[in-house]
């Protein structure tokens, strides 16, 4: 499938700009009718009857387990069906098995979700370190090598920064957690949409990321595990193998982990989504965000009163551009852009509060985040306004 070709499949697209990705992508009307079908035609909960509707929606529910594991090539771990990223990670800081003096290593430039579960450690006597940012926002290897030692049991990460666009170096710091017999989680919320990911590669022991972020539907994530070693956050219902006075058994693989009535039409929808990246293909995606996202750069420098956010424009990041207009407030720059020329950028703090404040931007910043149905109009379209924005200014 061309990725010029594909705008076609988001109805939205057809009287706004939506350049607000990195909060919630687009879904494709395929994975719509997906959902719909579903919903329609075999509609059961999974793993618990024999009758033909179960049969299907169970068979389907583990094909989509796989599909998704195939595309982070994450075939000889464990991937877990949860709401999002969030749930994820809350799900590896509440079942690890702490001890007073254990230390995690993260940063101040995460996002909210890879920062608090973990702050929340401390009440247990968890030592939490939390690396600071460089000028630019990011935070870079040596900072690593310094602060994690033979008493780090974890350290967590963001691939790619939600409010800079940034890469973090994953794999050389998984390799470096690993040297002091830690373990390493990657938020890859916003990477695993946008290019490329290999959990295997990447070297990681958990890979939490979110379906929302990659045309699949609300309330979708992933948690990939190399090895099952948490215990389970929720206990009930499809979880158990058996029960009794003296014993509860846990069943085997993901369903240990996905008590209760899942999201069976999500995942389904998810999968869907992951087939339609597929068929477009992650490079071509990777490519495709890389040229809008230089084009945004070089109109946004040649904006007087505006300053982008995060390292210069010859390192390497995602689709992801934070800026901040002198004189006014990012909201109000948001408004102008919805009402004045229909472009939805998102505005504020994007939920790493630690970071803006350490970029300088008490109030928050404007985010535009650029998919694969983006187009290079848009982009000037944004540009052109909010130049014009300064000039009335």
Same mark, same amino acid.
Request: aromatic share 4%.
């Given at each position: 499938?061309?990725?010029?070709?594909?705008?076609?499949?988001?109805?939205?697209?057809?009287?706004?700009?939506?350049?607000?990705?990195?909060?919630?992508?687009?879904?494709?009307?395929?994975?719509?009718?997906?959902?719909?079908?579903?919903?329609?035609?075999?509609?059961?909960?999974?793993?618990?009857?024999?009758?033909?509707?179960?049969?299907?929606?169970?068979?389907?529910?583990?094909?989509?387990?796989?599909?998704?594991?195939?595309?982070?090539?994450?075939?000889?771990?464990?991937?877990?069906?949860?709401?999002?990223?969030?749930?994820?990670?809350?799900?590896?800081?509440?079942?690890?098995?702490?001890?007073?003096?254990?230390?995690?290593?993260?940063?101040?430039?995460?996002?909210?979700?890879?920062?608090?579960?973990w702050l929340r450690l401390r009440t247990c006597g968890v030592e939490v370190t939390l690396?600071?940012?460089?000028?630019?926002?990011?935070?870079?290897?040596?900072?690593?090598?310094?602060?994690?030692?033979?008493?780090?049991?974890?350290?967590?990460?963001?691939?790619?920064?939600?409010?800079?666009?940034?890469?973090?170096?994953?794999?050389?710091?998984?390799?470096?957690?690993?040297?002091?017999?830690?373990?390493?989680?990657?938020?890859?919320?916003?990477?695993?949409p946008h290019r490329p990911v290999d959990a295997a590669d990447l070297g990681c022991d958990?890979?939490?990321?979110?379906?929302?972020?990659?045309?699949?539907?609300?309330?979708?994530?992933?948690?990939?595990?190399?090895?099952?070693?948490?215990?389970?956050?929720?206990?009930?219902?499809?979880?158990?193998?058996?029960?009794?006075? +003296?014993?509860?058994? &846990?069943?085997?693989? !993901? /369903?240990?982990?996905?008590?209760?009535?899942?999201? $069976?039409? %999500?995942?389904? *929808?998810?999968?869907?989504?992951?087939?339609?990246?597929?068929?477009?293909?992650?490079?071509?995606?990777?490519?495709?965000? +890389?040229?809008?996202? &230089?084009?945004?750069? !070089? /109109?946004?420098?040649?904006?007087?009163?505006?300053? $982008?956010? %995060?390292?210069? *424009?010859?390192?390497?990041?995602?689709?992801?551009?934070?800026?901040?207009?002198?004189?006014?407030?990012?909201?109000?720059?948001?408004?102008?852009?919805?009402?004045?020329?229909?472009?939805?950028?998102?505005?504020?703090?994007?939920?790493?509060?630690?970071?803006?404040?350490?970029?300088?931007?008490?109030?928050?910043?404007?985010?535009?985040?650029?998919?694969?149905?983006?187009?290079?109009?848009?982009?000037?379209?944004?540009?052109?306004?909010?130049?014009?924005?300064?000039?009335q200014g």
């Open positions: 499938m061309a990725i010029d070709g594909c705008r076609s499949d988001f109805p939205l697209l057809s009287h706004l700009h939506y350049l607000d990705s990195a909060s919630v992508s687009l879904t494709p009307v395929q994975v719509a009718d997906l959902v719909r079908e579903f919903d329609l035609q075999y509609r059961a909960n999974v793993g618990r009857g024999v009758h033909r509707l179960a049969r299907m929606a169970t068979l389907r529910y583990e094909e989509a387990h796989r599909t998704v594991a195939r595309f982070v090539h994450g075939e000889d771990g464990l991937l877990v069906a949860t709401k999002n990223t969030t749930e994820a990670i809350n799900m590896v800081a509440a079942g690890l098995p702490w001890e007073r003096g254990d230390r995690v290593v993260t940063t101040r430039a995460e996002h909210h979700s890879n920062l608090l579960p690396l600071d940012p460089l000028p630019d926002g990011t935070v870079p290897l040596e900072a690593f090598e310094e602060a994690v030692d033979d008493r780090t049991r974890l350290v967590a990460v963001t691939h790619a920064s939600n409010v800079l666009g940034s890469i973090a170096p994953v794999k050389a710091i998984g390799r470096l957690a690993h040297d002091h017999g830690a373990r390493i989680l990657v938020d890859g919320a916003q990477s695993v958990f890979l939490a990321f979110a379906g929302h972020k990659m045309l699949g539907p609300m309330a979708t994530g992933m948690l990939w595990m190399k090895e099952p070693v948490i215990e389970p956050l929720l206990l009930g219902g499809g979880m158990v193998e058996a029960v009794s006075d +003296e014993e509860v058994r &846990a069943a085997p693989g !993901a /369903g240990r982990y996905e008590a209760g009535t899942p999201n $069976v039409s %999500g995942l389904l *929808g998810l999968a869907r989504a992951v087939e339609y990246l597929e068929a477009v293909g992650m490079d071509a995606i990777r490519a495709h965000e +890389e040229r809008l996202t &230089a084009r945004l750069l !070089a /109109g946004l420098a040649a904006c007087d009163g505006v300053r $982008v956010l %995060g390292p210069d *424009g010859g390192t390497p990041r995602i689709g992801v551009v934070s800026f901040d207009v002198d004189g006014y407030h990012p909201h109000d720059v948001a408004h102008v852009l919805d009402e004045a020329v229909q472009v939805l950028v998102r505005s504020g703090h994007h939920c790493c509060q630690p970071l803006m404040e350490h970029c300088g931007c008490p109030e928050g910043a404007v985010r535009a985040s650029l998919y694969l149905y983006n187009t290079e109009e848009e982009v000037d379209l944004l540009t052109a306004t909010v130049g014009e924005l300064v000039r």
